[in-house]
């Protein structure tokens, strides 16, 4: 992405949130508080070229808010990352934890690196060296700042910053949860590698539950049978695909930066991804058309799954979408002018800060086992089993009628991690979505995104007016 369309990012970022703050009143120098980023560290480090010599790196971590504690957010491995990009993804951070009550502060991080034209052992070196900068600058620390991954990163470079900042930091209990997103083996959190593509299948369920706003944009209710198409199949994007199409959706098309593919009659998500594993691209599936990479946003369907990049539907080609709800997967896929082509044309846009949440919910879970050093469900799974195979006993035996093995299986079944992870997760994305429904039914002029915003701002207004801050 270039450096001025970054800028639109940021500049979208904070019109969304002027746009919001238009409808609320609180004291002078509040919502300008809740606005702005309140510290960045940009950096530069020194890393040896394989081939020889010296690359100097350019990196930041921003964080945006410091009303709550720790701050958190992604990282993001890209050679057009720049600062304001992460400053308007750090912002976005802080009023999607306020959605989705996850007690956190904003933040984000950037490095300006290609990962894919840089070996494991050369990222490696550089994950390290950037913890350990952010280290010595208190960047970063369970209490503190809390990465994640994001674009271009994942479980391996989360992996990498554990492990560096167990090193500067021996014998510090709760070292492991200075950051989120971990393999299993290191303290990470079952689920939550799919944790955001699942909370985009909650989200866009909600909304395809929501007969006040299917009436709006001429859906019928239910996942079933709606055409669905996606942008981008990184981890958002397949799992989104793949939960969605298990919801009983038909994917009608399905892009990548190499090309798109579409069917009318649908396409296997698990079989493109493991075509795409065996060729190196998803063109040429069997039984698909193969178009234009950004083409696939302009396909017939009913909703639009961008789930790449930001600024991909902008002024100047949003005319051209055809479905009825664009569900942001990724952040920050609209810019501003883009927006309001979407709006005049009556597509409902389901925003980022609210549908990709489930990232940073999962996130929140795992810092949360972390904390306390105990697997969700290992203290009652074995109790609740009992409790439950008593309880189905004395059913049994009143009525005489003796249950099936699978019935007495399902009964009986106590949770496990992944199961209480994915239950929180629904929660988390059912209770938020009415929220912003609520938000907009009081200001019925906003959209959802404005109603999104002035559900955060509200709850970030309320944490700085009962700390005493602002009369
Ligand atoms: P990723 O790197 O795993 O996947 C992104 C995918 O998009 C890649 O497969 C890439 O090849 C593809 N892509 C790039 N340009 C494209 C183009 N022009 N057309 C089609 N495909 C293209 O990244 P991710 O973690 O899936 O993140 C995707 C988006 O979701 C980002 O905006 C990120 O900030 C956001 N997000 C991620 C998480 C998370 O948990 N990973 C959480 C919240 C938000």
Redesign the pocket.
């Given at each position: 992405m270039s450096d001025s369309q970054s800028q639109g990012f940021l500049d979208t970022v904070n019109q969304n949130f002027d746009a919001a703050a238009s409808f609320l009143d609180y004291p002078p120098g509040l919502l300008e508080q809740i606005k702005v980023c309140n510290s960045v560290y940009k950096f530069r480090f020194p890393v040896r070229r394989e081939g020889g010599g010296y690359e100097v790196i350019e990196a930041w971590r921003a964080e945006h808010s410091h009303h709550k504690l720790p701050v958190k957010g992604?990282i993001?491995y890209s050679p057009d990352v720049n600062e304001d990009e992460v400053l308007a993804?750090a912002a976005l951070m802080t009023f999607?934890c306020a959605i989705v009550d996850v007690p956190f502060g904003g933040a984000k991080g950037g490095i300006k690196i290609d990962p894919r034209k840089i070996s494991v052992e050369q990222l490696e070196r550089i994950t390290r060296r950037y913890t350990a900068e952010l280290t010595k600058k208190n960047f970063i620390g369970p209490g503190i700042d809390v990465p994640?991954?994001?674009?271009?990163?994942?479980p391996r470079e989360m992996s990498w910053i554990a492990d560096t900042y167990a090193q500067f930091h021996p014998g510090e209990i709760d070292a492991i949860g200075c950051v989120t997103?971990k393999p299993l083996s290191q303290g990470g959190i079952r689920g939550?590698k799919e944790?955001?593509?699942r909370g985009v299948f909650f989200g866009v369920r909600e909304a395809l539950a929501d007969t006040e706003l299917l009436k709006q944009v001429g859906l019928s209710a239910g996942l079933a049978g709606k055409r669905v198409v996606v942008?981008?199949?990184?981890?958002?994007?397949?799992h989104a695909a793949r939960f969605i199409q298990e919801g009983g959706a038909v994917i009608v098309g399905l892009?990548?930066?190499?090309g798109?593919i579409a069917n009318p009659k649908g396409l296997d998500v698990a079989a493109v991804m493991k075509h795409r594993a065996a060729t190196g691209k998803i063109t040429g599936f069997p039984g698909a058309i193969d178009i234009p990479?950004?083409d696939?946003l302009f396909l017939d369907c009913d909703v639009l799954v961008p789930?790449?990049?930001?600024n991909?539907i902008r002024g100047a080609n949003a005319a051209r979408v055809k479905a009825k709800i664009v569900a942001e997967?990724?952040?920050?896929?609209i810019a501003a002018d883009g927006d309001a082509v979407l709006r005049q044309k009556g597509i409902c846009v389901i925003p980022?800060m609210y549908l990709?949440?489930?990232?940073?919910t999962v996130?929140y879970f795992e810092w949360l086992k972390n904390l306390s050093h105990v697997r969700f469900g290992r203290m009652e799974k074995r109790f609740e089993e009992m409790s439950a195979a008593r309880m189905v006993k004395s059913i049994e035996s009143a009525t005489g009628k003796p249950l099936s093995d699978n019935e007495r299986k399902l009964l009986i079944h106590g949770a496990e991690e992944e199961d209480l992870v994915n239950s929180g997760l629904e929660e988390t994305m059912s209770v938020a979505w009415h929220q912003i429904r609520d938000a907009q039914r009081k200001h019925p002029k906003t959209d959802l995104r404005t109603a999104a915003f002035i559900s955060a701002i509200d709850k970030i207004a309320v944490s700085y007016l009962e700390l005493g801050i602002f009369p």
């Open positions: 992604g993001r993804l999607k994640a991954p994001d674009y271009g990163t994942g997103g939550r944790a955001t593509g942008q981008g199949l990184g981890n958002v994007g397949s892009s990548e930066w190499e798109a990479s950004e696939a789930a790449a990049l930001e991909v997967a990724a952040n920050g896929p980022d990709n949440a489930g990232g940073v996130s």
